[in-house]
C-alpha cells in the first residue's frame, strides 16, 4: 500500500518489488531490505543513498532496493493493479497483519494532531473504505476517510481513540527512527 511497487520483469514471466525511500527514512528502509534478504527474496548488498532530481530541478536523495524477480510474486502484482492502477485487492484482510500495518505506518503514515494519518491518496473511495473495515476488523482501530483537498483523493486518518491500541499492536516492529508517527 505503501511506496512500493510490483513491475513484471523477464518478458513478463516474473514480478519483482522495488522499495523506495527518501533518505529521511533509511533507516527503515534497512531494516526492511534486512528482512527480505534474511528470508531470501533479494540479495544483501546493503542499499546506498542516490541523487535524484525531483520537481523544478530540486535535487532528491532516495534510497531504492528491489526483490530478486520470481514467478510466484505474479499472484501480488495481479492482485494490486488493474489495468495498470494499483487498487486495494480483495484479500487484504488475510494479509494485513501487525508486521504489515507497522510497515503501512512507517511507509506512508504521518502524525495527524493526536491521531494517525495515512497517505492513501492513489486509491479511491471504496478502496479506502475497504482499508477502514479492515482496520476495524483486524484490528479494532476506529478510522474514517478524509479527502485529501484534490478531487477523488482520500486519506485515512486513526482516531485519538485507538492510539494506544495501535500502539500496543505496532510497537514490537516499528524502527527507533519512525516511533515519532504514533507518538
Request: glycine share 6%; with cysteine.
Given at each position: 500500500m505503501g511506496d512500493a511497487h510490483a513491475e513484471k520483469t523477464f518478458a513478463g514471466l516474473g514480478t519483482r518489488i522495488t522499495f523506495y525511500q527518501e533518505d529521511s527514512h533509511v533507516d527503515y528502509l534497512l531494516y526492511l531490505h534486512k528482512n527480505l534478504a534474511d528470508a531470501g527474496y533479494c540479495n544483501n548488498k546493503i542499499p546506498v543513498i542516490s541523487k535524484?532530481?525531483?520537481n523544478k530541478g530540486k535535487l532528491r536523495k532516495v534510497v531504492?532496493?528491489?526483490t530478486w524477480t520470481y514467478t510466484s510474486f505474479n499472484w501480488i502484482r495481479e492482485a494490486w493493479y488493474r489495468d495498470g492502477v494499483k487498487r486495494v485487492p480483495d484479500c487484504i484482510e488475510e494479509y494485513l497483519t501487525p508486521l504489515g500495518l507497522a510497515i503501512w505506518i512507517m511507509d506512508d503514515g504521518s502524525k495527524a494532531n493526536k491521531g494517525l494519518k495515512f497517505a492513501t491518496n492513489s486509491f479511491s473511495h471504496?478502496?479506502?473504505?475497504?482499508?477502514?473495515?479492515?482496520?476495524?476488523k483486524n484490528f479494532g482501530l476506529k478510522a474514517s476517510v478524509h479527502s485529501a483537498g484534490s478531487e477523488n483523493q482520500f486519506v485515512i486518518y486513526i482516531w485519538k481513540e485507538s492510539m494506544n491500541q495501535l500502539r500496543k499492536i505496532v510497537s514490537p516492529y516499528i524502527v527507533s527512527g519512525m516511533k515519532y508517527k504514533l507518538n
Open positions: 535524484t532530481l525531483g531504492r532496493f528491489a471504496q478502496d479506502c473504505l475497504k482499508l477502514t473495515a479492515v482496520l476495524k
